[in-house]
């Protein structure tokens, strides 16, 4: 039985954790993490009697949970993750927004404690396929752009999975874009790709990434319609990240 802690569970994605977790034969709901949370909580989210329902790092320690799971928000998201990796539990780390600095340190702690984990920027195979296909267009196609759409409550732009793009685009490029122009209207560069991030009540998360060379044009894209689309992954990470020996950055390396 794996004991899987949920930090974020009144959230979105942690509510469909909450479920998916409690939907698996070999996952237990040990416990849910919040500092805002209340004792009502546990009946308003459905979650079973013997969940413990965590307000303070304090309460942590590793026979609390084998896996911490974060679908938390970019402010809270690195403190949550220092304080799981220094009680043992093995993080799997959904949340976006995480500072570069932040990712580094917590890579570094991770190792000197020898625990495994994984940080992964999207959860749904449609992005991890979108994001393995961008890296090999890229070596064909060096000049890139990306547009994100999300709904109108994401706390971040660009999507951690528009970073994550771009970053796999300049690694699969043989040679420098040929697009230089650079104003407010041309999106955020990363890595010398435009990124565009549109925020719309209707979407959920969508990505496209449009492609130009001489006379032709490729663009891959690829939609999450329901927050369901991200569970399989999780649940993915979930069974892999205790084999793991440092902590990883992206799905595709379980899969
Ligand atoms: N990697 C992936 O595949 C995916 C990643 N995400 C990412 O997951 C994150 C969560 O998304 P979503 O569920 O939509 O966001 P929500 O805002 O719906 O949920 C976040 C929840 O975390 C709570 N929270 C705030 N601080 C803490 C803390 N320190 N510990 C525990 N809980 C806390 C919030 O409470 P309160 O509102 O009271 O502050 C809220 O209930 C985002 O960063 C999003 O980008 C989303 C989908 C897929
Ligand atoms: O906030 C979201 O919803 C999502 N966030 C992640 C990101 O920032 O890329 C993953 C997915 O796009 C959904």
Redesign the pocket.
């Known amino acids: 039985m794996i004991h899987v802690l949920v930090?974020?569970f009144?959230?979105?994605?942690?509510q469909k954790t909450v479920k998916m977790v409690q939907s698996q034969k070999d996952f237990a709901l040990s416990a849910v993490?919040?500092?805002?949370a209340i004792a009502a909580d546990a009946q308003k989210y459905g979650l079973p009697a013997d969940t413990k329902v965590l307000t303070s790092y304090d309460q942590l320690n590793p026979d609390i949970a084998d896996v911490w799971v974060d679908?938390?928000?970019?402010t809270?998201?690195a403190?949550?993750i220092e304080a799981a990796i220094k009680a043992g539990i093995h993080p799997v780390v959904?949340?976006?927004?995480m500072t570069p600095a932040d990712q580094n340190r917590l890579i570094e702690l991770a190792q000197a404690r020898h625990l495994g984990g994984l940080i992964?920027?999207?959860?749904?195979l449609s992005a991890v396929l979108l994001m393995k296909f961008a890296q090999e267009a890229a070596a064909y196609f060096p000049d890139a752009e990306i547009i994100e759409m999300h709904h109108q409550?994401?706390?971040?732009a660009p999507?951690?999975t528009a970073i994550a793009t771009a970053h796999k685009i300049a690694a699969g490029r043989t040679q420098k874009p040929l697009s230089t122009i650079d104003n407010d209207a041309r999106g955020q560069r990363i890595d010398d790709v435009p990124v565009h991030a549109v925020r719309l009540p209707g979407y959920i998360?969508h990505e496209q990434v449009l492609f130009g060379g001489p006379g032709e044009a490729l663009t891959i894209c690829q939609d999450s319609f329901d927050?369901q689309s991200?569970m399989q992954?999780v649940a993915v990470a979930i069974r892999k990240v205790q084999a793991a020996n440092h902590l990883v950055v992206g799905l595709e390396n379980f899969l």
Do not use: E, Y
């Open positions: 930090a974020g009144r959230g979105a994605m942690g993490f919040d500092p805002k679908f938390t928000n970019p809270a998201v403190a949550n959904g949340t976006s927004g992964a920027p999207n959860f749904g409550d994401k706390a971040d999507s951690g998360a927050r991200f992954g």
